[in-house]
Nanobody, 131 residues
């Protein structure tokens, strides 16, 4: 069973940076898609939004428009870990950030973006952007 653990959250001023980590255990991530989702304050679980995704099999990535140019998703296969580097953070980025995994069974090139498609979830890490 794939287990995911997020870390790296915290309190940062607007314009600051954080790097989130998603460490996997139990199964190698080589054939998985990992997505970073966030749940903003006051939002329900069903309202989690996808931020960025990466395929560990071919390295393809996708970013939500509002984070393009600010966030970078990457992988370290040796450490079985996926990272989300977040720069130029804004108060609107405040949320609990979750990483989630799904086997990469795509028939095409599009990465799965619906959180309901993801089977494995971490416990989340809080990111607060405030002065």
């Amino acid at each position: 069973q794939l287990q995911l653990v997020e870390s790296g959250g915290g309190l940062v001023q607007p314009g600051g940076s954080l790097r989130l980590s998603c460490a996997a255990s139990g199964i190698a991530l080589d054939y998985y898609v990992i997505g970073w989702f966030r749940q903003a304050p006051g939002k329900e679980r069903e309202e989690r939004e996808g931020v960025s995704y990466i395929s560990l099999s071919d390295g393809s990535t996708f970013y939500k428009d509002s984070v393009k140019g600010r966030f970078t998703i990457s992988r370290d296969t040796a450490k079985n870990t996926v990272y989300l580097q977040m720069n130029s953070l804004k108060p609107g980025d405040t949320a609990v950030y979750y990483c989630a995994g799904i086997l990469d069974l795509r028939s095409g090139t599009l990465l799965p973006k619906d959180p309901h498609q993801y089977h494995y979830w971490g416990q989340g890490t809080q990111v607060t952007v405030s002065s």
